[in-house]
Structures are given as C-alpha cells and as structure tokens.
C-alpha cells in the first residue's frame, strides 16, 4: 500500500523557496488543465477557475493529506467543494493530485462522463459533495467534523465557498455551529472574488466588513491575497497549527488571474471565449509562468 500523500510532512525538510516554487508550478498546471477543459465547451466558469488556482494548488500541494489512488480513504482529509459551479477548477486540481487520470480531462461535460460541469460527489472520484445550490457546504463540513470527533479521528475539513454564498443564511448558521462546537478541525475558505450571477457582490447584497464577521461568529479569521502564494502558505501554515475554535481563510482573488487577457472581461461569471482565443490564453499563463 502506498503511503499517503502528507504534504506537510513532504515539504518539512524543502527549502520555503523550494516549496512555493512547487506550489506555483502546480498552480500554473491547474491553470492550464481549466483552460483545456474549457476549451472542450467553448465557455464556462474558466474565470473563477483561474482566479481559485493558487488556493487549490496550495491545499492539494502543500496541505491536504490524502492517497489518489484511494479517495475513500478513511483517515484523509476532507475537501469539500461547496461552490458546485466551479467543478472546472477542481478536477484540475484532482488531476494534478493524481486522484483523476489527466487524459480524462478530455471527456469534461461530455455526456457519460465521471466529469460533469458541475460537481457530483456519486461520479467523481475525489468530489466529496455534489454541489449546486449554494449554502449548503459548511452545514455538511460541520457535520462531518463531529462525526470525525466521535469517531477518535484526527483529518482535517476544508470547504471552499464563495463570498456569493456567504448570502445564504444556512452558510451563518453552519458557522455558529461549528464555533459552538470548537472544531477547529475546520478551515473554511472564502473565494472572494467580488462577483456573481446577478453582478457584483458588494451591489447584490453587501458582505463586507466579512473578516469582522466571521470572527464575530467565533472564528479565527484571516484575509490573504488569494493569488500570492507565499502569503497563502503562510496563512494556511497558521491556521493548521490553531487550536479552539475553527479557522477561516478569506482569499480575495482576481477573476482570470494568469491570464491578462480575461482578468478584465464583462460578463465574466459565466464566460465565453471565441476559439481563436483559446491558444492566446494559454500563451500569456506561460508567459506569466516565465516571469
């Protein structure tokens, strides 16, 4: 049996450099994979793809401790994704985490398909929850927290949501839960990227002072530039070693990040690109690898 992929531990005796050098490029590889992928369809939700690529290749990098070739490993770490519509982005990251083939990635939205756009925990091996309606992930992360406890347990539970989903009422009482239960087993990651279906977020209903917030509801609460990945291995290093209460992590990110190309475009939730595009986008994410 192979042993578990423990990032932490691999990465003890690596250089800091060495380490976000590692980081990056797997970030760079998620990016590129989203792009693949959204080339199959012509359009999708390649911005939040893009913009969420640092934080994925961090916890699939540097923190989740997991087998690929064994999803249902009891003592792995739990990712969930709450954010159902950014399915993209995580297969990108599972491929780059071994647990999905990369030759699959052809097969995105296809019919009969393992990968559907969006997240479906019954066809994807990794895909903890099916995701869709949104406010729901931190409810079943608490959930899954406490029966870990009972169960003498010790893996950790992410879940990636978006600040769009912090408009859900069920996302703030998931989070009373899971201070009141002290389980700071728990990292809750927000995607803030200012922007959902009906617009902007700050214009769709006003979230913000979020980090006061979260921790007004007994969290530990930090906010880190979601595309800086030296800060994200900083703040994800602090927030594995605090004990007492849950942790958030509040990333702001930039749509498209990576490729300057589609960091400025309208419309950009829910996005299309003309196919002499494609190859365009690829060239400048190579370009910004190089710099």
């Given amino acids: 049996m192979t042993s578990p992929r423990t990032a932490q531990a691999a990465a003890a005796p690596v250089d800091r450099a060495e380490r976000i050098e590692r980081i990056r490029q797997a970030a760079y590889r998620i990016r590129r994979n989203a792009l693949d992928m959204g080339e199959v369809q012509g359009q999708g939700y390649i911005g939040q793809a893009l913009g969420v690529a640092d934080v994925l290749a961090v916890v699939y990098t540097d923190q989740l401790r997991y087998r690929p070739e064994d999803p249902h490993w009891p003592d792995r770490d739990r990712f969930l994704l709450s954010i159902g519509h950014y399915a993209i982005a995580a297969y990108a990251a599972l491929a780059e985490a071994g647990t999905i083939p990369l030759e699959e990635l052809e097969t995105y939205g296809s019919d009969d398909s393992r990968l559907p756009m969006s997240a479906m925990a019954s066809y994807t091996p990794g895909m903890e929850?099916?995701?869709?309606?949104?406010?729901?992930?931190?409810g079943v992360a608490t959930g899954m927290a406490l029966g870990l406890r009972h169960q003498g347990n010790p893996a950790r539970v992410y879940d990636l949501l978006s600040d769009g989903e912090l408009d859900e009422g069920s996302t703030w009482e998931a989070a009373m839960a899971c201070a009141h239960h002290g389980l700071d087993h728990v990292t809750a990651i927000v995607d803030v990227n200012a922007l959902q279906a009906d617009g902007p977020t700050a214009g769709v209903l006003r979230t913000e002072p979020v980090?006061?917030?979260w921790r007004a509801f007994g969290w530990h609460a930090l906010r880190v530039d979601g595309n800086d990945v030296a800060a994200l291995v900083d703040a994800f290093d602090e927030v594995r070693e605090h004990r007492g209460s849950p942790s958030v992590l509040i990333c702001d990110t930039r749509i498209g990040s990576g490729v300057p190309m589609l960091e400025n475009r309208e419309k950009a939730h829910f996005m299309r690109v003309d196919e002499?595009?494609?190859?365009?986008?690829?060239?400048?994410?190579?370009?910004?690898?190089?710099?």
């Fill in 129 to 138: 929850i099916s995701g869709g309606s949104l406010g729901h992930g931190l």
């Fill in 211 to 213: 980090t006061d917030k």
């Fill in 276 to 291: 002499h595009e494609w190859q365009l986008a690829r060239t400048q994410l190579q370009e910004g690898l190089a710099r």
